[in-house]
């Protein structure tokens, strides 16, 4: 039997255009739908550095931006992971607290946690579904409550959206076509900020665009991400919501 793409999905790959982007980056805040104050942390590819950053007193908290690019806070304390180890934050009195899994204890009492350098790492909160990350991954301190923001490429996201959210047909050019839709949806909720009083750009919620991590990323995803890259859908010049 042959199989007829939709026609709305004809019409986006017949629209789709080349779209240079001003930053290949995005920052996702993690929505958990009840207040957490322990995570755990296990590298499964990769080596992980564990950046705490302490809260030096008299100052504001610092932007996710300032925080990620290391140019803040120089008494900050690293730990590290390799494939296989863990790391388990806990949110206590003094601020947040750590304890890798060779058994030491880092309990200062920190406002920030940053992880970065390694590929694939594992994310486990109380109550909630496990699930595997990429790219920068950082931990908040709200005095009731952590919070977790991602930031990876846009590209990481749309592979990840689109292997998930467009996972209803094998068709190659059906699957082209949730990509771009993603990749488009993506763009335009980067130039139009929901979140402009927040640490991110992009909730994974409805409110904005859903996000599962990695951890159901296929193959054929990626690849045809990296044929149509840059392509999203415009009119008049401009991004389409």
Not at 68 to 73: H, T
Not at 92 to 115: M, P, Q, T, Y
Not at 125 to 147: A, R, Y
């Amino acid at each position: 039997m042959k199989f007829c793409l939709p026609y709305f999905l004809i019409l986006i790959l017949f629209l789709a255009a080349p779209c240079s982007a001003q930053s290949d980056n995005v920052s996702v805040g993690i929505d958990i739908t009840l207040p957490f104050q322990t995570v755990k942390f296990q590298a499964l590819s990769g080596n992980w550095n564990v950046n705490l950053y302490p809260l030096t007193p008299g100052t504001q908290k610092a932007s996710s931006t300032e925080r990620i690019f290391g140019n803040i806070n120089k008494e900050k304390v690293t730990e590290y992971i390799v494939p296989g180890e863990d790391v388990s934050l806990l949110l206590v009195a003094k601020g947040i607290v750590a304890r890798v899994s060779s058994e030491k204890d880092v309990d200062k009492g920190f406002d920030s946690v940053i992880l970065e350098g390694g590929d694939l790492i594992s994310i486990e909160i109380p109550e909630t579904e496990p699930m595997i990350m990429e790219g920068v991954i950082q931990i908040d301190n709200h005095d009731t409550t952590l919070s977790i923001i991602n930031r990876l490429s846009l590209e990481q996201f749309v592979v990840s959206s689109a292997s998930v959210f467009g996972n209803v047909s094998s068709e190659i050019e059906a699957v082209k076509a949730y990509v771009i839709m993603a990749r488009t949806k993506l763009r335009y909720l980067k130039e139009n900020n929901k979140h402009l009083n927040e640490l991110y750009e992009v909730c994974n919620t409805p409110h904005c665009m859903p996000f599962k991590g990695c951890g159901a990323n296929r193959q054929m995803v990626s690849l045809l991400a990296e044929q149509t890259l840059d392509k999203v859908i415009t009119y008049n010049g401009k991004i389409i919501n």
